[in-house]
């Protein structure tokens, strides 16, 4: 019964980790004007997450919706559970909507 207990509590402390710890924000080195963001939940690395927002970058703008030059900030996503990832633009004027949001490939583990 004891092992039953010191087993739960170490899976809730390992959960508790994973879902409260800061996520990570770089700038990127394709545009240093650029902030990326990506939560905790992604499990990448400062690295790693600037080379996800880099190629996110590199691809290009989602959509003729905003120019790139007007962009501040990206949050990439990755789905909980191994699920789909995802990018979300913020523009400067508008820091806190996404101007624009879209499935994007995760990175590899």
Known sequence: MAMIVLVLAALGAAAWYLLLRPGVE???SVDPD???TCPAS???SE???RDWGDAVLAAGPPSHTFEMDDLARLSL???PFGGACEVSYFLQRYADDPAWTDAVACPSR
Do not use: L
């Open 42 to 44: 992604a499990s990448v």
């Open 26 to 28: 770089v700038a990127s």
């Open 77 to 79: 996503v990755r789905g």
């Open 47 to 49: 690295e790693g997450c």
């Open 34 to 36: 650029v902030t990326i």
